[in-house]
């Protein structure tokens, strides 16, 4: 089930992940509390399911 970047950031905000730096069309995300990292792709389409299961992975929330 593809998902909106817009709605996945707002699911790793109530998460505890913070956005710290922007390069291009890719934001980076921090967990202050878990030390984990994330890249997350800006782009005006849906994450394809794949790569979301993955960010949902390495996020800890899968």
């Known amino acids: ?7 996945f ?3 790793l905000r109530k998460n505890g992940f913070e956005a710290i730096r922007q390069t ?8 202050p509390d878990t030390h984990k990292q994330l890249v997350v792709p800006i782009h005006a389409r849906e994450i394809p399911k794949g790569l979301l299961n993955k960010m949902m992975k390495q996020a800890g929330l899968k």
């Open 24 to 31: 291009g069309s890719h934001r980076t995300y921090y967990n």
């Open 1 to 7: 089930m593809p998902i909106k970047t817009r709605k």
């Open 9 to 11: 950031e707002n699911i």
